[in-house]
């Protein structure tokens, strides 16, 4: 079964910093872009951040102001997301996702975790 | 960064009816567009990707049209079961962009 599972969240104080997991499952993670996006309560989606399946090209929503870092184990099956200088404005269910991407074309998210919730309040 | 701008915000329409999402974006795109449905209290789902293509196991109730910056999403046939908030999202350029969003109700 194709599966993305994400932890790591939780409730953190203003300034603080947290890392979210998301562990793969069901296909090769290894040759696969991936993706965080989030969701703030009652608001749209936000595209956070995206990495290559070898880590060589890394990208970040413009509102993140260097806060944030991507990375992946590749060995672990998984995807990380170091979030640093937490404020409330990043108070979201956070979801991994994989981009399916082949021959320089990206052919949608196609699978996606069932997200972790991060609260910021103090 | 590159606007998506998308409407209506909401709709109500009647089972069997047909139903239009646009999705505006503020450059050309090419057809680096995708299409996601999300019910509540779930994570999104792709329902098409580059502009057109229907994901494997979407119903073809569901089609995308449209390239460069003007695109639309169409439910043939509304079902009950399409309840949802739909979002496109530009992935031609990074950062990449969503759309606010469409909540579509039956009536």
């Known amino acids: 079964e194709l599966q993305l599972v994400e932890s790591g969240g939780g409730l953190v104080k203003p300034g603080g910093s947290l890392r979210l997991s998301c562990a793969a499952a069901?296909?090769?993670?290894?040759?696969?872009?991936m993706n965080w996006v989030r969701q703030a309560p009652g608001k749209g989606l936000e595209w956070v951040s995206s990495?290559?399946?070898?880590?060589?090209?890394?990208h970040y929503a413009d509102s993140l102001k260097g806060r944030f870092t991507i990375s992946r184990d590749n060995a672990e099956n998984s995807l990380y997301l170091q979030m640093n200088s937490l404020g409330a404005e990043d108070t979201a269910v956070y979801y991994c996702?994989?981009?399916?991407?082949?021959?320089?074309?990206?052919?949608?998210?196609?699978?996606w975790g069932q997200g972790t919730t991060v609260t910021v309040s103090s | 960064a590159i606007q998506m701008t998308q409407s209506p915000s909401s709709l109500s329409a009647s089972v069997g009816d047909r139903v239009t999402i646009t999705c505006r974006a503020s450059?050309?795109?090419?057809?680096?567009l995708a299409w996601y449905q999300q019910k509540p209290g779930k994570a999104p789902e792709l329902l098409i990707y580059?502009?057109?293509r229907l994901q494997s196991g979407v119903p073809f109730r569901f089609s995308g049209s449209g390239s460069g910056t003007d695109f639309t999403l169409t439910i043939g046939s509304l079902q009950p079961e399409d309840v949802a908030t739909y979002y496109c999202?530009?992935?031609?350029?990074?950062?990449?962009?969503f759309g606010q969003g469409t909540t579509v109700e039956v009536k």
């Open positions: 996702a994989r981009a399916n991407y082949g021959s320089g074309t990206y052919y949608g998210m196609d699978i």
């Open positions: 069901g296909f090769n993670f290894n040759n696969s872009d």
């Open positions: 990495i290559s399946s070898r880590s060589s090209y890394i």
């Open positions: 450059q050309g795109i090419r057809k680096d």
């Open positions: 580059l502009a057109s």
């Open positions: 999202l530009q992935d031609y350029d990074y950062p990449w962009t």
